[in-house]
């Protein structure tokens, strides 16, 4: 059974940075496509990032590209989203979820295993 732990979330100023780190464990990261959602209060949960299971491929919310980066070190069994020229906007939980195997990652990729989620809040 594949468990998600994300951190790293916190309260950071317009135009700061911040990492947030999801590690699997259960199963070896390196089987899972992985990617990160968010839900801002009162919205629903949307797709932020995704990274292949091989990590040659990446693909964003359009509003991220250019400012966030997913990646993964599967040594580590860790895959991680560096955010940086944060926005109000961006503030949301973030979610990191995982699916098994190989094929396409995008927005419709259907992820089955889920985190508990890290509050990421964006003052202006």
């Known amino acids: 059974q594949v468990q998600l732990v994300e951190s790293g979330g916190g309260l950071v100023q317009a135009g700061g940075s911040l990492r947030l780190k999801c590690v699997l464990s259960g199963r070896t990261l390196s089987s899972y496509a992985m990617g990160w959602f968010r839900q801002a209060p009162g919205k629903e949960r949307e797709f932020v990032a995704a990274?292949?299971?091989?990590?040659?491929?990446?693909y964003y919310l359009d509003s991220v590209k250019g400012r966030f980066t997913i990646s993964r070190d599967n040594a580590k069994n860790t895959v991680y989203l560096q955010m940086n020229s944060l926005k109000p906007e961006d503030t949301a939980v973030y979610y990191c979820?995982?699916?098994?195997?190989?094929?396409?990652?995008?927005?419709?990729?259907?992820?089955?295993?889920w985190g508990q989620g890290t509050q990421v809040t964006v003052s202006s």
């Open positions: 990274i292949s299971w091989s990590g040659g491929s990446t």
């Open positions: 979820a995982a699916d098994y195997g190989p094929g396409p990652v995008d927005a419709n990729r259907d992820f089955g295993s």
